[in-house]
């Protein structure tokens, strides 16, 4: 059986982080693997705290399992400290893994800063060149380039800005547009548009389930092209029923 590992916060509600990614490995027939980075006090209204994993224990973590066994694929959340990015990026060339979907989360749904300083360069200058896809959303695609990005113009500019850093395929995600849910992907020589009407409310996770198709499908086999197709429907079938479990956003249903 294939398996894909994700290095990830742990969000309580299951909406978001590691508890999302492991449930949609298990939706897409692929055996879930999880280091969780970063541990939070959440629930569907907002983050209230967060609390980093030593840098020693992430590494004893990434060893144990490593040493053991190989994933066919890895996602990355949320990395809070230039600490963390820099141990992964180390353990992905020492034991010689692939196919590194990076989704860079930098703020919760809720205005929440989920980075220390520092990390998001380290983010930019350390893991991209590994990465072979990213998925940032318009706003971090807009913090991790300095453009402002609202519209499909937009995204493509920083797309083709965000190849620079060594990624293999940039995917920037538009479901935060105002009038249509927009992603595009970009692999150096083409433009991919995916569109798909805007649903009314608030989401919990969205990224994080995108991100996790795409490195369930990478493991299995599948091409980026392929991947990205199968995620934006996964995606968007899960919020047409997401529920409301508690008081803020609601959670994907899948």
Same mark, same amino acid.
């Given at each position: 059986m294939k398996t894909a590992l994700t290095i990830a916060g742990s969000?309580?509600?299951?909406?978001a982080g590691l508890q999302a990614d492991l449930r949609t490995f298990g939706a897409m027939g692929v055996y879930g693997l999880s280091i969780p980075s970063v541990l939070t006090a959440q629930n569907t209204e907002g983050v209230s705290a967060i609390k980093e994993i030593p840098p020693d224990f992430l590494t004893a973590q990434l060893d144990t399992l490593l040493r053991d066994l190989c994933p066919d694929a890895l996602k990355t959340g949320m990395l809070y400290s230039p600490e963390i990015v820099k141990i992964i990026?180390?353990?992905?060339?020492?034991?010689?893994?692939?196919?590194?979907?990076?989704d860079p989360v930098t703020v919760s749904s809720t205005g929440v800063l989920l980075i220390q300083e520092g990390a998001l360069d380290a983010i930019k200058n350390v893991?991209?060149?590994?990465a072979r896809v990213i998925t940032p959303n318009i706003y971090e695609a807009s913090v991790l380039t300095g453009l402002t990005v609202e519209d499909e113009k937009g995204m493509k500019? $920083?797309?083709?800005?965000?190849?620079?850093? &060594?990624v293999e395929t940039v995917i920037i995600t538009?479901?935060?547009?105002e009038t249509k849910a927009l992603d595009l992907l970009f692999d150096g020589?083409?433009?991919?548009?995916l569109e798909n009407e805007k649903l009314e409310g608030e989401f919990h996770g969205t990224g994080c389930v995108f991100s996790s198709v795409i490195t369930a499908c990478l493991a299995?086999?599948?091409g980026v092209h392929e991947s990205f197709i199968k995620a934006k429907e996964f995606v968007w079938? $899960?919020?047409?029923?997401?529920?409301?479990? &508690?008081?803020?956003?609601?959670?994907?249903?899948f």
């Open positions: 969000d309580p509600t299951g909406g990026a180390d353990k992905f060339r020492e034991y010689s893994l692939c196919n590194l979907v990076l893991l991209f060149p590994l500019e $920083a797309a083709l800005k965000l190849r620079g850093y &060594g538009g479901g935060h547009m020589k083409d433009f991919l548009s299995k086999g599948y079938n $899960a919020m047409k029923t997401a529920v409301s479990i &508690g008081r803020g956003m609601k959670c994907l249903n």
